[in-house]
């Protein structure tokens, strides 16, 4: 017999308690928290998490086009015009190459994708293929790592300007940006999520989407700290 599914309450639990896996716990990053990386290690970072920001809206075009609902696809839409621009908003992958500008990396070094690690390049295009190759509500749940997101920025935020005061405070606006749009876009998700995954067997391979996509973030960061310590 099938086990009986979780209610709507514990199963989003279940999926917020999978925050202890984020990547805000590496070693890596706790260091850059603690103010205790070089210039070196901030620009790695930077450069590397650059092709993750440049895969985004590749990412997200792969479950609109996989999406035959139209609501959702007109809600889903605003997630490529965030991080590529529209009209006079620069958008976040400008907003990202300028932080990189800030910590001392040439915009034409950082677009060249030239820094980007072996590792990286593996991990972040194993995640866009799974978008395009998986249903869209599967791809969409593996978005849900950005329930963890908002604390990331707020962190970076707060330590950043203390323990690196030579990256230019005008390169940290990726991260302010990214305080509310996380937030609105996490709702949308969730609530897909909630609404697709609703027996014990689905709900369970929800979990296991969602550790995939933390495992690829967490991935990044072991290839990063390797390289640069």
């Known amino acids: 017999m099938a086990e009986e599914p979780w209610s709507r309450t514990e199963f989003e639990r279940r999926l917020r308690a999978k925050e202890i896996s984020y990547h805000t716990h590496h070693p890596f990053h706790l260091m850059m928290n603690e103010g205790k990386l070089t210039a070196r ?6 450069a590397n ?8 809206p590749m990412k997200d075009a792969a479950i609109l086009s996989n999406c035959p609902d139209r609501e959702v696809r007109r809600l889903w839409i605003q997630r490529i015009l965030d991080q590529d621009g529209h009209d006079d908003e620069a958008g976040g992958l400008e907003a990202w190459i300028r932080l990189g500008e800030a910590c001392g990396i040439d915009r034409a070094e950082l677009t060249s994708l030239k ?17 395009r190759t998986r249903p869209w ?16 920025h707020k962190d970076r935020l ?11 405070p005008e390169g940290l606006k990726y991260f302010r940006s990214r305080l509310t749009q996380a937030r609105r876009d996490v709702e949308h ?11 014990r067997e689905m709900q369970e391979r929800a979990l296991h989407i969602l550790q995939f996509k933390l495992d690829v973030l967490w991935a990044l960061l072991d290839a990063v700290h390797a390289a640069y310590s």
Not at 41 to 46: C, Y
Not at 189 to 199: E, G, K, N, S
Request: glycine share 2%; charged share 15%.
């Open 158 to 168: 707060a330590t950043w300007p203390q323990h690196y005061p030579w990256i230019k």
């Open 41 to 46: 290690q901030i620009r790695g970072w930077v």
């Open 115 to 131: 820094m980007v690690l072996p590792a990286v390049r593996f991990a972040v295009d194993a995640y866009v293929n799974f978008a």
């Open 189 to 199: 998700a969730l609530r897909i999520t909630l609404d697709y995954f609703t027996t």
């Open 49 to 56: 998490r650059f092709y993750y920001q440049f895969n985004i």
């Open 137 to 152: 509500q599967e791809a969409v749940c593996s978005s849900l790592t950005e329930l963890f997101a908002p604390e990331a």
